[in-house]
């Protein structure tokens, strides 16, 4: 009984390491790529560039970290005192068991002095 216990702690503790080892990099990856929107977001607030110019970028960042990005999931909203960027996307996690996928909504919004 001894040794089924301990097979069972086994079991569990490596099955933790491979649900963090595949779970966590999508979540940093996201928090990473807010960064970067921040960024975007800022920098782009005082200038002319398109709201395509725009998107293109965010896509640049996006593929630098490896998400996938549409243009249709990015929307620019510009108003008189700043910009706003939104993105929607999803990341597919392929778990063994139970095959997930998990949904990021990325927001930056840089109001103007």
């Not at 301990?6 to 079991?11: D, R, T």
């Not at 979540?27 to 395509?52: G, I, M, P, W």
């Not at 960042?61 to 993105?87: F, P, Q, Y």
Request: aromatic share 8%; proline share 3%.
């Amino acid at each position: 009984m001894g040794k089924l216990k301990a097979l069972l702690a086994l079991i569990i503790i490596v099955g933790g390491i491979y649900v963090g080892w595949e779970m966590i990099p999508p979540y940093f990856h996201n928090y990473e790529f807010q960064d970067d929107l921040d960024d975007v977001a800022r920098v782009n607030s005082y200038s002319h560039k398109t709201d395509e110019d725009i998107k293109t970028i965010v896509i640049q960042k996006a593929d630098n970290l490896g998400i996938t990005l549409k243009e249709e999931s990015i929307t620019v909203s510009r108003s008189n005192d700043g910009m706003g960027i939104s993105v929607h996307y999803t990341v597919h996690v392929g778990l063994i068991l139970h095959p997930i996928d998990l949904d990021f909504i990325a927001n930056s919004l840089n109001k103007r002095i």
